[in-house]
């Protein structure tokens, strides 16, 4: 209690400033004041969570409607649903023996919300009550490689090859692998994968392709990662990582006005708007001000809250749209902590590259010859940079 | 299998991350200067209240003020029903009932908030609020309200969660200002309030001079002009101290628009004794008898504040002594310049009559403003 009182002091005078306007009564009742996200998705799931509310015992229904809350937090990128899950989730995770299912789906709840420890913990009891839990392993993967832990990382995609098949196995390793050291020859055999004329669900073949996209972007490749994205993103569109990784590619051209095209509309997603605040910075256009402005107040209000999962997004935007190099790398260390992929080592080597800081750019080199980490994009801005 | 499939992409995806903020609402409480009632607002996600009422009426994805403005009454209800106000003093907390008023709508920086504006009936005036907090815990876990209770300028916030659902926060004590911030308090309450200064000056100004044959005189000697300064000084610090004190205390209570007309008229009778002297010798005397009045214009700073024992004492010696300094300032600052100045035609002749006429002017005018009950910035 003292401690939320305490905290509650400090953002106590940052509330004031919370609204934007003082509020109003509309005048019309046909004025639309808000967007349900994914209303037809949440409205399927209306007999599940009354099947729910009905029988709290009924633990097939409790699991499909996690299920159903976790892919719609995915698609809108609206953390809300994930809570709903875990609301769903939490009185069988609190029972004596949860089935290894709730763990599971507990876990990816976890994940999302960046707390990868506690997430793994949730894996372990899983997979120690059904070590054939498929989803387990790759849920389990996916946290390792995304904590730079590869070696571990590898031993629990190797698991998928006897609970999930080959092309979710391969897919898995040559994730990980490409981080590293073997970055060429990963893309090699996901591509070839990806030729095979498997039957092949269009979410496993947006995986893949935007898997592709983001390796040949690292590899140079910037064509051949532009036509592995559009692919990824026909097979899934409306993705919000894929948009976000097609976004970044036109920014790394340069092609703002591109980027914009590409990313107008999405201003409700904060990864999204932070690329539309870069291009539109860049062209120094009036709507790149009201960008960032948005932006930088979304962050300031999930900090307040205590949510700290925004700190890749938000060193970028310090870096590329305020240009503020040491904020930029003091949050960019933060986020060093507690995740490595390609986007938050980018953000961190730019970041104390802006700075001048020796001793961070030491540290990510140092990270980069033991793990054999590759990205071409980063080393031609660095010779850029020493020409 | 393809089910297994689809889910598993699903799940390594979710790594992604949020890309939006986590679920707040924004719940301020505040404490009228008088009176047992509270005022309370509420703004909640129309996301929110889609998940956990329904708000889309007609199934269109999209939420009208229509839709919102007939659900008002159920809303209200449901808001109500998730939040128990109780205002705590000595005594054990005594609940105050919600009473439903007004729905507005205000934008945050991620969306839409219905607002809520209620009334709480509380039974008695108390020195600080619990707040037994519910909302839209039991779909969203990762919920938050992030309360904020004001009264008399002062604001006391916390973040209220799952786990942590009740606060109980103070209406501005001294517990949390601390000393400094009362000492603070007093040193700006001196600088801002003009007409404090202005009156200082009209009985610091004929310090360092002599009414001798109808016309003020520079004074020979410097340690004449300290002793009338430190004469007129400590007689209005006495005196305001002493009332600062009686008024705080609630043992001596003068409406507040009496109180500031009587500065008024302290500033324009200590500018009407520069351009006719009546008290020459004796300005102490006058210092002492205005300075009462002015105590109690610091003491309404104080009462407003509804502090009680500890805490009302330190704010006490804390501002009083805030006052002390800012005055000290004033006079250290004043007097070397006058003095240096004191033959000078200027001073006699310019500074002295014309400078007391325009106070005069302005005292009048705060007179009028005042007494009118017309508010002055």
Excluded at chain 1, 209 to 223: K, N
Excluded at chain 2, 345 to 357: E, N, Q, T, V
Aim: charged share 20%; net charge neutral; with cysteine.
């Amino acid at each position: 209690m003292p401690r939320l009182i305490f905290r509650g002091i400090v953002v106590g005078s940052m509330l004031a400033t919370a609204a934007f306007a003082e509020p109003v009564v509309p005048t019309h009742d046909s004025m639309i004041l808000e967007r349900v996200p994914a209303a037809q998705e949440t409205r399927q799931l209306q007999p599940l969570r009354e099947q729910v509310a009905r029988h709290p015992d009924d633990l097939s229904s409790a699991l499909r409607l996690a299920e159903g809350y976790l892919r719609i937090g995915r698609e809108t990128a609206d953390p809300r649903f994930t809570s709903y899950a875990q609301a769903t989730l939490d009185p069988w995770l609190q029972r004596g023996n949860p089935s290894p299912d709730a763990l599971v789906l507990g876990a990816t709840v976890l994940q999302s919300s960046h707390r990868f420890e506690e997430s793994l913990q949730l894996l372990g009891r899983a997979l120690a009550a059904d070590p054939r839990n498929a989803q387990a392993w790759l849920t389990k993967a996916t946290i390792l490689q995304v904590q730079g832990k590869f070696a571990d990382a590898r031993g629990a995609c190797a698991n998928l090859l006897r609970t999930a098949g080959q092309a979710i196995a391969m897919s898995c390793i040559a994730g990980v692998n490409s981080l590293n050291g073997r970055l060429e020859q990963s893309y090699r055999s996901l591509f070839q994968l990806s030729a095979t004329p498997n039957a092949m669900s269009d979410e496993l073949r947006g995986w893949i392709q935007g898997q592709l996209g983001e390796m040949a972007v690292r590899l140079g490749d910037l064509r051949g990662a532009e036509n592995h994205l559009q692919a990824a993103l026909q097979a899934t569109p409306g993705d919000v990582y894929l948009k976000s990784a097609y976004a970044d590619l036109l920014l790394a051209q340069d092609r703002n006005r591109e980027a914009i095209a590409l990313l107008a509309g999405n201003e409700p997603q904060d990864v999204l708007l932070l690329r539309l605040a870069i291009a539109g910075t860049r062209l120094k256009q009036p709507a790149g001000a009201l960008w960032a402005d948005a932006l930088e107040a979304r962050f300031n209000a999930a900090q307040r809250s205590g949510d700290t999962s925004h700190l890749r997004e938000y060193a970028r935007f310090l870096l590329d749209v305020r240009g503020d190099a040491a904020k930029a790398l003091e949050i960019a260390k933060r986020n060093w902590q507690v995740q490595r992929e390609p986007a938050d080592v980018g953000v961190y080597v730019n970041a104390a590259r802006a700075s001048k800081s020796p001793d961070a750019d030491a540290e990510v080199a140092a990270w980069i010859r033991e793990t054999g980490f590759e990205d071409r994009s980063l080393s031609q801005k660095q010779a850029k940079a020493a020409s | 299998m393809m089910r297994i499939v689809l889910c598993l992409v699903l799940l390594a995806w979710s790594v992604v991350g949020n890309a939006h903020k986590q679920s707040d609402s924004y719940l301020a409480i505040t404490q009228p200067v008088e009176g047992t009632t509270l005022d309370v607002q509420w703004d909640i996600a129309l996301r929110d209240l889609e998940h956990a009422i329904g708000m889309d009426a007609n199934a269109d994805a999209v939420i009208t003020w229509g839709e919102l403005r007939q659900r008002a009454d159920p809303l209200a209800a449901y808001a109500a029903s998730h939040l128990q106000l109780a205002i705590a003093g000595e005594r054990e907390p005594r609940k105050c009932p919600l009473h439903f008023k007004q729905l507005l709508v205000d934008e945050h920086v991620d969306g839409k908030y219905a607002v809520l504006r209620f009334t709480a009936d509380c039974p008695v005036r108390g020195a600080s609020v619990s707040v037994h907090y519910s909302l839209l815990f039991d779909i969203d876990p990762n919920h938050r309200g992030l309360v904020d209770v004001r009264s008399a300028g002062k604001s006391h916030a916390a973040v209220l969660a799952k786990d942590a659902g009740v606060a109980t926060l103070a209406f501005g004590s001294a517990g949390s200002h601390g000393f400094g911030s009362f000492v603070t308090e007093g040193i700006w309450h001196i600088w801002q309030g003009y007409d404090h200064v202005l009156f200082l000056l009209t009985l610091l100004l004929p310090a360092v001079v002599l009414y001798r044959d109808n016309q003020w005189q520079p004074r020979e000697s410097l340690r004449e002009s300290l002793i009338d300064v430190v004469k007129v000084v400590t007689a209005f610090t006495l005196a305001h101290s002493l009332t600062l004190t009686l008024g705080t205390l609630g043992w001596v209570y003068l409406p507040t628009r009496i109180v500031e007309s009587a500065i008024a008229m302290t500033v324009l009778l200590g500018a009407l004794n520069i351009l006719f002297p009546v008290v020459r010798e004796r300005r102490w005397l006058v210092a002492f008898c205005f300075g009462l009045v002015h105590g109690l214009g610091f003491a309404s700073v104080l009462v407003d504040l509804g502090l009680a024992g500890w805490d009302l004492a330190l704010a006490l010696v804390g501002f009083n002594g805030g006052v002390e300094i800012g005055q000290l300032a004033i006079v250290l600052v004043m007097i070397p310049m006058m003095y240096a100045s004191r033959r000078t035609h200027a001073y006699r002749r310019f500074l002295l009559p014309i400078g007391a006429a325009m106070v005069a002017c302005l005292a009048v005018y705060w007179i009028f403003m005042r007494w009118n009950d017309v508010l002055v910035a």
